[in-house]
């Protein structure tokens, strides 16, 4: 069976669906299970070859993933602006209590709405997350509900969860 291109498939290839097996086919012939990141610095070292197993309603496919770069976003090995929605830079970001917001004084969340001057939107909520703690030191709580508001095209409101003392620092 020739494998597909998975680069062909572009941004629809599911790349992190639960139901995507990776196999890893070493140099030596050897046959592995599992993606991750130790197997992309492998592939991009040209140590080993990555393909997936793409289950399809009557039958599967096998794909060559041939586009690392791609593969490397979509797990978030690499960052990725298009999917996130999130610049790498330091984000210029307006905060308050959110007067709507359901936290309990007891809580150690509070409930903020935020805001971004500088253009990024939140499309994925764990690297902002990342980003504002290596930023500002915020705890952002990465279950529960998080949502945002807005008109399209103007600038998007999103209200958040932080760990109180994250906040004031
Ligand atoms: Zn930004």
């Known amino acids: 069976m020739e494998p597909r291109s998975a680069a062909a498939a572009g941004k629809d290839f599911p790349y992190t669906a639960r139901t995507t097996c990776y196999v890893e ?14 197997a992309y610095e492998r592939a991009v070292a040209g140590k080993s070859r990555l393909f997936a197993v793409w289950p399809g309603e009557w039958s ?6 041939d586009d690392l770069d791609e ?14 929605g999130l610049k790498e830079h330091v984000h210029d970001v307006q905060w308050e209590p959110n007067p709507y917001g359901e936290s309990s004084p007891r809580s150690p969340y509070l409930s903020v709405s ?9 499309h994925d909520l ?7 703690k290596a930023q500002q030191g915020w705890d952002v709580a990465t279950s529960g509900g998080w949502g945002s508001s807005g008109a399209p095209g103007g600038k998007r409101e999103y209200s958040l969860r932080v760990r109180r003392r994250s906040l004031t620092g």
């Open 114 to 122: 935020v805001t971004l001057d500088c253009g990024c939107e939140i």
């Open 25 to 38: 086919v070493h140099e030596d012939g050897t046959v592995t299970h599992g993606g991750g990141h130790a």
């Open 126 to 132: 764990r690297t902002f997350a990342a980003q504002m």
């Open 71 to 84: 593969y490397a976003k979509a797990h978030g090995i690499k960052h990725d602006e298009e999917r996130t």
């Open 60 to 65: 599967s496919h096998l794909f060559v993933i």
